[in-house]
């Protein structure tokens, strides 16, 4: 990354915090869906079909122009994989066009020299590549193996900050694998990080053995790696939950691709709004709406965002949002086998 990109980034961020701590009225991060549809079919995810079409580009605009009339400070572009999308780069260009950070989550699989060129010039600001293994298997294709060569030319090219994000749990056949992506990451001037999977409404699915032991592991990687560590997320890892005020719907608004405001990916329905008709009052609502998951929720932007609001504005209204009872008695059972085993 050019001193010049990397200093206008710094000023950013410094803006998105500051922005963030003056008021509440307005949404921190939208997570919006261009693409539904993705190349790849990851057996442990949940957020992707092969069959849909792109939202037309016209309605996205509409989409952006809203939210940045709400007040939204960062948009992060995801899907499916929305470098499928034929339009990806003018989304981009509306983003920053409208004066919001423009981030994006992918794959990776799709990037090019020239597309890399491209995104530049749109003004993407971060980029998170997911990558879940060294060699490709039946759970996830997202391979350093595949992805490595398209990691150098980002190195090379990306004017725009990069993080490469593992997963663990879920079925990854070899938990070890995300420390070689990480190592990997750092040797290439990116930072990493890790991430719990999640049952299909964002709650924690626990980890044991090799798969918790190279979670804290990561923690050791050097100071471009990273897994957020924090009491927040050591209490992920080990099954107990976190006191938190969520604040989606509010705060952080998830736009799906048929444009209604979700609470996050896992949690589509609630309050299933759709976001042309979304006002300062549904966010007050939502921003002060206690939400059922939280305790083990796992969705890591949701965590960001909720410590600009931590520390302020205790929830009043009723509990909304849904939870799956076998994973919270998963993680119940494994927490009391540990504490045994300690005894």
Not at 14 to 24: R, V
Not at 108 to 121: F, H, P, R, S, V
Not at 260 to 271: E, F, M, N
Not at 333 to 341: K, N, P
């Amino acid at each position: 990354m050019k001193l010049s990109s990397r200093i206008k980034m710094y000023y950013r961020a410094y803006w998105f915090m500051g922005k963030g701590l003056l008021s509440t009225d307005h949404p921190v991060l939208a997570h919006i869906i261009p693409m539904r549809r993705c190349n790849l079919a990851c057996s442990y995810c949940n957020e992707y079909d092969d069959y849909s079409s792109p939202v037309p580009a016209g309605a996205m605009f509409e989409r952006l122009d809203k939210l940045a009339d709400l007040g939204t400070t960062a948009i992060i572009i995801s899907g499916g994989e929305p470098l499928m999308h034929p339009e990806i780069e003018g989304i981009i260009g509306k983003i920053r066009q409208r004066g919001m950070l423009a981030c994006m989550i992918t794959n990776g699989y799709l990037l090019t020299q020239e597309k890399i060129k491209k995104i530049n010039a749109a003004g993407l600001e971060y980029m998170q590549i997911s990558i879940d293994n060294v060699q490709p298997d039946d759970v996830s294709k997202k391979s350093l193996k595949v992805l490595d060569k398209k990691l150098k030319w980002l190195s090379e090219l990306a004017e725009f900050r990069v993080n490469i994000n593992s997963v663990i749990g879920g079925g990854i056949k070899t938990p070890e694998d995300a420390l070689t992506v990480g190592v990997r990451a750092v040797e290439l001037g990116f930072s990493s990080s890790l991430g719990i999977i999640h049952d299909g409404l964002g709650t924690l699915k626990p980890l044991k053995g090799v798969e918790r032991d190279i979670y804290f592991k990561m923690k050791d990687l050097g100071k471009k790696g990273h897994v957020r560590w924090s009491a927040f997320q050591r209490n992920l890892a080990d099954g107990k939950p976190n006191k938190w005020r969520c604040r989606a719907g509010g705060r952080y608004l998830y736009i799906c691709e048929d444009g209604l405001v979700h609470y996050c990916s896992q949690q589509r329905g609630y309050p299933g709004v759709p976001l042309a008709s979304y006002t300062k009052e549904d966010i007050r609502r939502e921003y002060l709406t206690k939400k059922a998951c939280a305790p083990y929720c796992t969705i890591a932007c949701v965590h960001q965002v909720a410590t600009f609001d931590n520390w302020r504005d205790p929830q009043t209204l009723g509990v909304k949002g849904a939870v799956q009872r076998e994973s919270l008695q998963a993680i119940k059972t494994l927490y009391q086998i540990e504490q045994t085993e300690k005894i």
